[in-house]
């Protein structure tokens, strides 16, 4: 099947600038997506990108597609501690039945003081 | 924000105990998912809905079973629970064709820590 990966670990200092990459196989994949997940909690809808953009930006988030490379990559500016979590990227496609979502392992963003 | 409700938030119980976790919607949602999160983060796609009646078996097997006989309900159920068990289930729902999202955006419960002793 399809694979989405991430790398597991990032750690940043608070105020600098976050990249998280994330790579798929899947060439139909449709929307990309990344979602959050604080400890003890459900995963919370950051964003989503459509396959024909280049880059979607909403306040301190950035995510750039290189669609050519299969590349997924979110930055998060001026990074808080409260920006500590899980993050998840993920995909849909018609590749996948119903079009569900095909997620990442997870990268755990630490964030220091 | 997702109007999508996990319960319990926490369960501790013995070995050979039968649990029913349950997820609510309000949404309308005809799809619906349950995911295993194992301590490594990574999540495993258990079972899934495509509307009432309607239930599928997912990527990774799974000895709990779940049934869809209404809309916004979509119980999971282990009938005797073991410590292999103990995990994180977390719910969510997406929406049908025609709303005002693209239909695969999918929105998640709190979850529910379950710890079988």
């Known amino acids: 099947g399809e694979d989405v990966e991430q790398s597991l670990f990032l750690s940043v200092r608070e105020g600098d600038s976050s990249v998280i990459n994330c790579t798929y196989t899947d060439s139909s994949s449709t929307y990309l997506y990344w979602y959050k997940q604080e400890p003890g909690a459900g995963l919370q809808l950051l964003t989503y990108?459509?396959?024909?953009?280049d880059m979607k930006q909403d306040q301190r988030l950035t995510v750039l597609l290189n669609k050519k490379d299969k590349h997924l990559s979110l930055r998060i500016a001026d990074t808080q501690t409260g920006d500590s979590a899980i993050y998840f990227c993920?995909?849909?496609?018609?590749?996948?039945?119903?079009?569900?979502?095909?997620f990442g392992g997870g990268t755990r963003l630490m964030v220091k003081p | 924000e997702a109007d999508i409700y996990q319960t319990p938030r926490y369960l501790v119980i013995g070995t050979g105990k039968k649990i029913t976790l349950e997820c609510s919607q309000t949404?309308?949602?005809?799809?619906m998912y349950w995911y295993q999160q194992d301590p490594g983060m990574e999540l495993h796609l258990i079972h899934y809905s495509y509307g009432v009646n309607s239930t599928e078996k997912g990527d990774l097997s799974s000895e709990s079973t779940v049934s869809r006989i209404r809309t916004e309900h979509f119980p999971l159920t282990l009938e005797s629970a073991r410590p292999s068990h103990t995990s994180q289930y977390l719910c969510a729902s997406s929406e049908t064709s025609g709303g005002k999202e693209h239909t695969d955006t999918q929105y998640f419960g709190p979850g529910t820590r379950l710890t079988v002793l």
């Open positions: 949404m309308g949602h005809d799809k």
């Open positions: 993920a995909e849909s496609s018609p590749n996948n039945a119903g079009n569900m979502l095909t």
């Open positions: 990108i459509f396959s024909n953009m």
